[in-house]
């Protein structure tokens, strides 16, 4: 180790920057974060520097550094890009008595500075001693992504109720509230939260020696892994079971925590199904028993996903639940056309129809749905094309009406099938999609890149 990592107090203490471009520029951003005194030393100050400056946030000498400015400075950057300017400030700053960095120049440089995860009072400094800034940068990606954006707010709060948390046996059980406060399910938004959190969770600890269950309604997006939310990721990474929808991708399942017990409650449109009530059954049972139950539901939840069984079951056992809500998978599937669900002067509204229901095929305003201009994402849809196609001719729909079908949205095995309402079936069933699909009742793939990769999908698929 080269450099020793040190978390240097640069409270009401001079630091200076010489230099007022890009690399000056990055610096002050980080430096901006400090209660440093800064100083600029600049012949031409970028704009920010000026407007930093005008606020009071930093001091502006617009000329280059010369011999005594940097007396009494801490920190000193030479950030001039400018390799024979930057070794004569150095030198200056040396000579008075500063610790010098030159920006890109890891030789001549005292010290470095770390790429920093800020959550204030929590800092993760990563350095890899100039050897390797992507992976300092991934590791950062990494962090800032586990890390929440309020753990520093959670942390200063956490600091003052330091004392009554002795309320509790010293050892394990200290422990497991400060677990459940920093890396629980919900992370505070303000400070009031932080403290009620506080206050929630330490009567919790003392009152009840079990932990009670609870059950997450969790989105899982339309397959794609990174379309998941920050939120599911922190829930599948808390969850003691998940039960999880067949439609879930086993990329998404993988982020579950190792020791969680996996339950998959598979369902298909009028194919073999885990009847509601079981799965019902399942979520309280396993939440009365004390865990963590993330239910698991492909695209959002609160759409095709009979949310609100899952719901009233949890309130009828006086079971806590909260909904995490995910991408649907006609958000996916729109993106893929390159296409908006509305837009001026076409359509100012768009409906979610679902192929099929309970009963069996769907009905609908098929009279409305058969206007020109109409715009509507049906889920379920597959089977029910003939009947969808029969409907709408029957109520007047143009033949030429567009007709787009997405198999797999987001996924690495996503297919398009563009068509017409004339054409979907045979097209459909002659295209033999075994994997879930979304319809498109009124839009295309855009024109162009989109017209070209359509004529591909038609070969493929047919
Ligand atoms: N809650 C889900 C929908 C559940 S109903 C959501 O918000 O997306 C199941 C239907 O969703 C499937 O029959 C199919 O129509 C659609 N679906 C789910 N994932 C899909 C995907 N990746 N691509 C296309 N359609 C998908």
Redesign the pocket.
Known sequence: MKHFPIFLNVQSRRVIVSGGGDAALAKLRLLLKTEAKLTVFAHDPAPEILKWATEGRLTLTPRALEVGDAVCAKLFYAANEDAAEDARVAKIATAEGALVNIVDNLQDSQFITPAIVDRDPVTVAIGTEGAAPVLARAIKADLEEKLSPTLGLMARVGKEFRKQVEALPFGRKRREFWTEYFFGATAPETEEDAQASLETLLEKHLTAPKNDGHVDLV?AG??DPELLTLKARKALDAADVVIYDR?VAPEILELARREALMIEAGKT?FGPATPQDVINELIVSHARGGAHVVRL?????T???RLDEEIEACEAAHISWRIVP?I???S??VAALGQSFTKRGRNSGMRFLTGHDTKGFADHDWKTLAQPGEVAAI???KKSARFIQGRLMMHGADPATPVTV??????PTQQILATTLADLEPALTNADLN????TFLGLAPRAALAAAEQFETKEAVS
């Open positions: 989105g339309p397959g439609l449109g539901k492909s695209g959002d939840p759409v095709f996903g995910g649907t998978s006609a996916a599937a889920y379920m849809g997405i198999e797999n949205a987001s996924r994997g879930p699909a979304l």
